[in-house]
């Protein structure tokens, strides 16, 4: 309608949000990819089952392999640090777009964490905004 205004941007990934993720919610996680790789060995055995489906279950089954061998400990750490790091540059007065550089160019082991537990991250709020916005940022200089 004429003279709505449009919704402001969200000017930070954290802003007064808590860290939310909990030893607990990781074991959660957990039971539900646990779950999903069930699913996947039932029906990767199918024969009728079409190439592009069995790849992909493929695919799927090594990405959850590869997380369930990380200790929730472990997995707990890595996301406090990347909650940490985002936190202090918001503080530090960086924009998103100087965060998500910062995090490419200083930090790239984070990069590999936001996107091995994005499944956990997109939980919380600022998980979800920092995993997206960090996967459209990547695309974006990729395609530049």
Do not use: C
């Not at 607990?24 to 790789?37: G, T, V």
């Not at 750490?77 to 995090?103: A, F």
């Not at 956990?120 to 920092?130: D, E, F, K, P, T």
């Amino acid at each position: 309608m004429p003279g709505e205004k449009e919704p402001k941007p969200i000017e930070n990934f954290i802003g007064d949000m808590t860290f939310g993720i909990t030893l607990e919610s990781i074991q959660n996680y957990f039971n539900e990819i646990q779950e999903e790789l069930e699913e996947i060995n039932k029906y990767s055995t199918k024969e009728d089952l079409p190439e592009r489906l069995r790849e992909f279950g493929e695919d799927r089954k090594a990405k959850i392999e590869a997380i369930l061998k990380v200790s929730p400990e472990k997995i707990l750490h890595s996301l406090e640090e990347i909650y940490n790091h985002v936190h202090q540059l918001e503080k530090e007065g960086l924009k998103k777009d100087e965060i998500l550089k910062n995090i490419k160019d200083k930090k790239p082991n984070l990069v590999q964490t936001v996107n091995k537990f994005y499944g956990l991250l997109r939980s919380q709020v600022w998980g979800y905004r920092l995993g997206q916005d960090l996967i459209a940022f990547l695309l974006k200089q990729n395609l530049s």
